[in-house]
Each structure stands twice: as structure tokens, then as C-alpha cells.
């Protein structure tokens, strides 16, 4: 019989790494509540197009990695944005309230070939602002973006450029087609199709080949209208004063077709070829185009996959675990009452673990070690009829007597005090 197994690009997340995934989602929605984002949670199967009409039908989202149920006119959502302003508009959200602030959490799909990082059904925490024009606010949610990396304790790096609008995108975009020709056999295919399509999409190309190709070709930077450049000059004075460091990427541009002015993406050096963890940008026309009212936006969207395996690398590094307290009891009379001892710390806050199958001290030191627990309180048969204890710091193997004698509550305050405080020293 065949063994069962996952589907190539979908993954399960196991026990060892949901710690990581818990403490990310809480950081999330914690700095969500901090900036004034609310939570919206919209279905998983969408009509198609909603994502041609927004992402954009010459895209590669659209083009190749869409799960469509074609005879049904169903697709499974690739990203959260679209998603977001149809529920948006469905439900008149702007005639509630004229500027709207939303997160989100869950699973997108894409049919692309898995890679680390990189799967088919990934997941996604989605920030958006729908009413605002002004460029502190594209500032704003990417400080945002910028503080969430940094409590996670992850570095990252920000690239920023401008995409300019319905005004100076056309005639900046004839130019390109017509800088490119001349070079169009010796761009890859991908890159050969997009350029009477989305000619953009061809200075964002990650093959060496047309990276050197598109090397000297024209900046939009250099064809922003005086608004666009207003703008942008303001996102960038904002992000200098609020301390946020960035690079000028002018060939940096977003793979959708809604994106407007302000762009920019989170990227790393520790993830091989797939730098970006995440990114976003503003979309002014995206609402009033998929028959909303004419509201600007702006958002922002993070690998969840990427930026986990990035948090992995640090807790590697930093050889933590999430065990406050191992209990390594030496006999059954000893097992009693550690039993007892776990229930009434764990009421206390603590994360304690206790093994039950009578193994030896050098055992339970082991399991201790495989839990990265930060002590272990050891309690022999003989020690617990003298009332006491010895407390091990499982980082510097220091041991020091830990007395019993106090009546329970007492000994239980004591010890999670003593805990706690050993741990943040």
C-alpha cells in the first residue's frame, strides 16, 4: 500500500516550529492594535475575476500560478489585497467610515515550483489602509512593516522606489519597449513576453542575463510627474526623520499591476535567491477600477514561511527554548509530589515539564537538554523527606540548594520568583 503523504507544495507545521508561528501572529496583531488596524477575514475561494480585473490578466499570478476552477469561475486566492476590497466595497465600508485600517492572517496558494520558502500554499499577514493620500501615511505603514522585523528581533533591509501614475507610467513605459527592442532575442521568455505586456516586470528580473541587459536602462525616477515626485520626496524625508533606513532601488517594481507611487520591499541576504520576505505598495486606482468608490489605498504583505525560517536561524543562534522549569523526580514518593508541585506552578504562569516513566537523573538530564529547558529542579526520595531540592541553570550548569520547608504556596511563589529572576539575568 502506497504511504500517504502531503502534496508537493503543501506543508504541515509541526509542533517544534507552531511556537514560532504563535509568537509571530501575536507580534502581528499586537503592533496591528498599536497602529490602529483591525481584523477582517475573508473567504479562501473567490470569483476569478475579482484577480484578473485587479492583479492584472498579464501578470504572472494571473498567467501561470492561479488554482482555477475554470468550469466554476472560482480561483483560490493568491494574495489578501483583492480579496480585502471587494469585501470593501460589498459592504460599503466607506460610507461607515471614510478611512479604513485592516489586517489580515491565512493561507494563499500560488502554482509555482516549491522552493525554501516558497510554497504553494504559503501563508500571508496582510496590513491595509484604504482612505489616506497623503505620503506620511505611506511612511507610517511602512514603519510599521519596519517594526514588526525588528521585535522579531530579524533584519532585514528596505528598498523603496516609486511606480508614478496613469500620468507618467505610459509614456515611461513606451520608452522602455523601445530601449528594450533592440535587446528583446537575448532576454529570457518570460522576459520577452512581458515586454509589450507589463515591460515593467522586466527590470525586476532575477536572471543574471537580463539583470546585465536592463543594467543601463531608463529609471522612472527620472519620468515621475512634479505630484509623483512631490510625493515621493515626502515618503522619503518622513522615513529619514522617523530613523528608518533605505535603499533607492530604481529598477525595484511590484509584480501586480494595481501598485501606484510608492513601492518598496523588505529583503535579506540569508535566504539564498528569494531575498524579498516581504512588500507592498500604494494603489489608488484599485478600488474605483474593480467598482468601489474612488478611494485611494495603500498595503503591505509578509511571507510568513520566509520570515519563520529567518526567525529559526536566530533562535538557532540563540539556542533557546520555551521550558521555564524541567521537575527530574527520583522516585515514586518524590514523583507525588512533583506531580502535584507541576499543576500548581503551571497555575502560576510557568511552562513546566515533568517525566512520569521512572527514568534515571541521567535520563531525565537528557530529556531536560532535548526541551531546551532554562532549569531543572531535582528532587530525590531522601531530599523531599528533608524538604529539599537542588535548582539547576541548565545554560551555566550552576546548581544551588533550593529548600522545600516553606508550606506550598509560599514554596511556589518562591520558586517562580527565583525563576523568573534567574531568567532575566
Avoid at 257 to 279: I, N
Wanted: overall charge neutral; charged content about 25%; proline content about 4%.
Amino acid at each position: 500500500m502506497t504511504t500517504l503523504q502531503a502534496i508537493n507544495g503543501f506543508k504541515d507545521i509541526l509542533p517544534d516550529q507552531i511556537h514560532l508561528w504563535q509568537r509571530l501572529e501575536s507580534c502581528a496583531t499586537g503592533i496591528c492594535r498599536r497602529f490602529g488596524l483591525r481584523e477582517i477575514r475573508t473567504p479562501i475561494l473567490e470569483k476569478t475575476e475579482l484577480f484578473v480585473r485587479s492583479i492584472g490578466e498579464a501578470t504572472d499570478v494571473v498567467e501561470k500560478e492561479m488554482y482555477t476552477f475554470a468550469d466554476k469561475g472560482l480561483t483560490m486566492r493568491p494574495e489578501a489585497t483583492a480579496s480585502i476590497m471587494r469585501a470593501f466595497i460589498e459592504h460599503g465600508m466607506h460610507v461607515q467610515q471614510p478611512v479604513q485600517r485592516f489586517y489580515t492572517l491565512g493561507p494563499m496558494f500560488r502554482h509555482e515550483r516549491p522552493q525554501k520558502g516558497r510554497l504553494r500554499q504559503f501563508h500571508q499577514f496582510d496590513a491595509e489602509i484604504i482612505g489616506p493620500v497623503e505620503p506620511e501615511q505611506d511612511a507610517e505603514l511602512i514603519a510599521m512593516g519596519h517594526m514588526l522585523f525588528h521585535e522579531l528581533g530579524v533584519d532585514v533591509s528596505l528598498e523603496l522606489n516609486s511606480m508614478g501614475c496613469p500620468r507618467c507610467r505610459p509614456a515611461f513605459r513606451q520608452v522602455l519597449i523601445e530601449r528594450l527592442a533592440g535587446v528583446q532575442d537575448q532576454l529570457c521568455e518570460d522576459c520577452r513576453r512581458r515586454l509589450h505586456t507589463n515591460p515593467l516586470r522586466v527590470l525586476d528580473c532575477k536572471k543574471p542575463g537580463c539583470r546585465a541587459l536592463v543594467a543601463d536602462a531608463p529609471s522612472i525616477q527620472d519620468a515621475l510627474c512634479d505630484e509623483c515626485r512631490a510625493h515621493f520626496a515626502a515618503v522619503r524625508e518622513t522615513l529619514e526623520m522617523l530613523g528608518i533606513p533605505y535603499n533607492l532601488n530604481r529598477f525595484m517594481v511590484r509584480g501586480l499591476d494595481y501598485y501606484t507611487r510608492t513601492t518598496f520591499e523588505f529583503v535579506t541576504d540569508r535566504l539564498g535567491a528569494q531575498s524579498a520576505v516581504g512588500g507592498g505598495g500604494r494603489y489608488d486606482g484599485l478600488i474605483a477600477d474593480l467598482g468601489g468608490p474612488k478611494v485611494a489605498g495603500i498595503g503591505f504583505a509578509i511571507g510568513m514561511e520566509r520570515l519563520i525560517l529567518l526567525m529559526e536561524q536566530n533562535e538557532q543562534a540563540a539556542g533557546s527554548g520555551d521550558t521555564d522549569l524541567y521537575l527530574a523526580a527520583l522516585g515514586p514518593e518524590a514523583l507525588r509530589h512533583c506531580t502535584l508541585l507541576a499543576q500548581l506552578l503551571r497555575q502560576k504562569g510557568l511552562h513546566v515539564a515533568i517525566d512520569y516513566s521512572g527514568r534515571s537523573l541521567k535520563g531525565q538530564m537528557k530529556i531536560a537538554d532535548r526541551l531546551q529547558a532554562r532549569y531543572t529542579l531535582i528532587v530525590g526520595g531522601q531530599e523531599w523527606e528533608r524538604k529539599e531540592a537542588i535548582l539547576r541553570d541548565m545554560r551555566t550548569q550552576e546548581q544551588r540548594p533550593f529548600s522545600l520547608a516553606e508550606e506550598a504556596e509560599g514554596q511556589n511563589l518562591r520558586l517562580c520568583e527565583l525563576v523568573r529572576a534567574m531568567g532575566a539575568a
